[in-house]
């Protein structure tokens, strides 16, 4: 058997996968965040360690487990402190709280880097954060021996070994290089080295076993980012497929024959060979519903409740139109400035037409990224959807209507623990390639196909989508 472990933004989940890439068991933990001043983001490591520890418990009978593979929300700062220790019932490494990738405190650290490597860096990316941190919180920056992850912290508290995981051997562009670190005045020595997916970090410590009743001594394999083992995680791995990794945000992933160069993506080398994936990485979709359902006063309704409010509007919400951008936005605009912004109120707005007009909003993100990737002469064919959005059949429909695409949902939606199985059984060479596995262990359920009469309407919203963010573009700098 193999566990796979994922720290997401509000839930960190673990699965044990049998021979058969059938799941066993399932346990999801829910995380808090902490929303402070200045745009920060934070979370305490320490939760993260008390759930790693609830998943190991609940598993801990089944002495069969081969490996353990861990990924998690990316991009993530870990400033950790000490090596890990006993605390209580878990295993924890002092640190200071990590930022998550919504925090928006190194916006003019991200700057002054895009202009030092010549192309754009955001503000949420591991180096930004750390420079921040350095200038800002000296006494924390040198108490700091690591920088790590989420799904790196945990890694450490497995094997007490750090790593880096490099999730293609291409992108050190979006991490750092010695001579980058050097320029900025930042200690070479705080930054682990990098591994990649598939690579062995290092074996379950005694201490880890002992405390967490996981066999001592099986190895533990670097995984990555939720946005790359997700790929793996629902088959994407010929060209034209698309991995859709919905969630608190989302991630669009395009499997090409070639690089589609241009900053308003993220183009790397795809985890099955010779491909490349193409990225783009919308802020808050999820996240924007969540937030809608809250502002409603439905906080009390289930997710099926609302989405079945948002269906009693009709498509296209009458001309209602809303930009998620609640967090700034990366793709494809990469403005840490835009703002979420409702157009076209009238009298006759309902509930119902915003809810639905929020939801659209999503869609129209995906499709805004989709179109981009065509453009620059990539082709999308088809939609594969995973996360917890996944589960709404309303909500999967809705993103076939927007993009005109055919979309299907895995039969386990949480890719990327099936991801993280797919790597950790190439690892332990059942299979020959991570292709090989990801075919012969992911398994699609539902499909859904576009509906014909929702493509002028659709087509037409993205443009309004577009010019409302053209027209009120720089508006938003400094709070105007």
Same mark, same amino acid.
């Given at each position: 058997?193999?566990?796979?472990?994922?720290?997401?933004?509000?839930?960190?989940?673990?699965?044990?996968?049998?021979?058969?890439?059938?799941?066993?068991?399932?346990?999801?933990?829910?995380?808090?965040?902490?929303?402070?001043?200045?745009?920060?983001?934070?979370?305490?490591?320490?939760?993260?360690?008390?759930?790693?520890?609830?998943?190991?418990?609940?598993?801990?009978?089944?002495?069969?487990?081969?490996?353990?593979?861990?990924?998690?929300?990316?991009?993530?700062?870990?400033?950790?402190?000490?090596?890990?220790?006993?605390?209580?019932?878990?295993?924890?490494?002092?640190?200071?709280?990590?930022?998550?990738?919504?925090?928006?405190?190194?916006?003019?650290?991200?700057?002054?880097?895009?202009?030092?490597?010549?192309?754009?860096?955001?503000?949420?990316?591991?180096?930004?954060?750390?420079?921040?941190?350095?200038?800002?919180?000296?006494?924390?920056?040198?108490?700091?021996?690591?920088?790590?992850?989420?799904?790196?912290?945990?890694?450490?508290?497995?094997?007490?070994?750090?790593?880096?995981?490099?999730?293609?051997?291409?992108?050190?562009?979006?991490?750092?290089?010695?001579?980058?670190?050097?320029?900025?005045?930042?200690?070479?020595?705080?930054?682990?080295?990098?591994?990649?997916?598939?690579?062995?970090?290092?074996?379950?410590?005694?201490?880890?076993?002992?405390?967490?009743?996981?066999?001592?001594?099986?190895?533990?394999?670097?995984?990555?980012?939720?946005?790359?083992?997700?790929?793996?995680?629902?088959?994407?791995?010929?060209?034209?497929?698309?991995?859709?990794?919905?969630?608190?945000?989302?991630?669009?992933?395009?499997?090409?024959?070639?690089?589609?160069?241009?900053?308003?993506?993220?183009?790397?080398?795809?985890?099955?060979?010779?491909?490349?994936?193409?990225?783009?990485?919308?802020?808050?979709?999820?996240?924007?519903?969540?937030?809608?359902?809250?502002?409603?006063?439905?906080?009390?309704?289930?997710?099926?409740?609302?989405?079945?409010?948002?269906?009693?509007?009709?498509?296209?919400?009458?001309?209602?139109?809303?930009?998620?951008?609640?967090?700034?936005?990366?793709?494809?605009?990469?403005?840490?400035?835009?703002?979420?912004?409702?157009?076209?109120?009238?009298?006759?707005?309902?509930?119902?037409? %915003? #809810?639905?007009?929020? *939801?659209? $909003?999503?869609?129209?993100?995906? &499709?805004?990224?989709?179109?981009? /990737?065509?453009?620059? @002469?990539?082709?999308?064919?088809?939609?594969?959807?995973?996360?917890?959005?996944?589960?709404?059949?309303?909500?999967?429909?809705?993103?076939?209507?927007?993009?005109?695409?055919?979309?299907?949902?895995?039969?386990?939606?949480?890719?990327?623990?099936?991801?993280?199985?797919?790597?950790?059984?190439?690892?332990?060479?059942?299979?020959?390639?991570?292709?090989?596995?990801?075919?012969?262990?992911?398994?699609?359920?539902?499909?859904?196909?576009?509906?014909?009469?929702?493509? %002028? #309407?659709?087509?037409? *919203?993205? $443009?309004?989508?577009?010019?409302? &963010?053209?027209?009120?573009?720089? /508006?938003?700098?400094? @709070?105007?």
């Amino acid at each position: 058997m193999v566990l796979s472990i994922d720290i997401g933004t509000t839930t960190c989940k673990g699965a044990l996968f049998d021979h058969a890439g059938k799941l066993i068991e399932l346990v999801k933990i829910p995380l808090s965040l902490l929303a402070l001043e200045q745009g920060a983001r934070e979370a305490d490591p320490r939760q993260w360690s008390q759930a790693v520890a609830t998943i190991c418990q609940q598993f801990a009978h089944h002495r069969d487990i081969r490996a353990v593979v861990v990924s998690g929300n990316g991009p993530t700062v870990v400033p950790v402190y000490e090596e890990p220790q006993v605390v209580g019932r878990i295993v924890h490494a002092p640190s200071a709280n990590a930022r998550l990738w919504l925090d928006r405190r190194a916006v003019d650290e991200a700057a002054e880097i895009s202009a030092r490597v010549g192309q754009f860096v955001d503000a949420s990316f591991v180096l930004p954060q750390v420079l921040h941190i350095a200038r800002m919180n000296p006494a924390m920056y040198e108490k700091s021996r690591w920088f790590l992850s989420s799904f790196e912290y945990v890694n450490y508290l497995l094997t007490n070994e750090v790593a880096t995981i490099l999730h293609a051997e291409d992108a050190k562009r979006w991490y750092w290089t010695d001579e980058l670190l050097y320029a900025l005045s930042l200690d070479t020595a705080k930054f682990p080295p990098f591994k990649k997916p598939g690579d062995l970090v290092g074996t379950v410590t005694a201490l880890a076993a002992k405390t967490l009743g996981l066999p001592q001594g099986i190895p533990v394999f670097a995984a990555g980012p939720d946005f790359l083992v997700s790929i793996l995680g629902c088959a994407v791995v010929e060209p034209g497929m698309v991995c859709d990794r919905s969630g608190t945000s989302e991630g669009i992933n395009l499997c090409t024959n070639r690089p589609l160069d241009d900053n308003r993506l993220m183009t790397y080398l795809h985890p099955v060979a010779p491909y490349y994936n193409v990225s783009g990485i919308i802020s808050t979709s999820g996240k924007a519903i969540g937030w809608i359902k809250k502002m409603m006063g439905l906080e009390e309704q289930s997710f099926d409740t609302l989405y079945a409010m948002m269906a009693e509007a009709p498509a296209g919400s009458e001309g209602l139109l809303f930009l998620p951008y609640l967090s700034g936005e990366r793709a494809p605009i990469w403005d840490p400035d835009a703002r979420g912004v409702f157009t076209g109120l009238s009298l006759a707005s309902t509930k119902n037409h %915003l #809810l639905r007009a929020v *939801a659209e $909003g999503v869609c129209l993100a995906i &499709y805004d990224v989709i179109d981009v /990737m065509e453009e620059l @002469g990539g082709k999308v064919s088809a939609l594969r959807i995973t996360g917890g959005p996944s589960e709404s059949a309303f909500l999967n429909q809705l993103k076939a209507d927007v993009t005109g695409r055919p979309v299907s949902i895995p039969v386990v939606g949480d890719a990327e623990l099936v991801g993280s199985m797919v790597i950790g059984r190439t690892a332990l060479q059942d299979f020959h390639s991570f292709a090989e596995a990801a075919n012969q262990l992911v398994a699609i359920g539902r499909q859904y196909q576009p509906k014909a009469d929702s493509r %002028l #309407l659709y087509d037409e *919203a993205l $443009g309004r989508y577009r010019g409302t &963010y053209g027209n009120l573009k720089g /508006m938003w700098r400094n @709070g105007v």
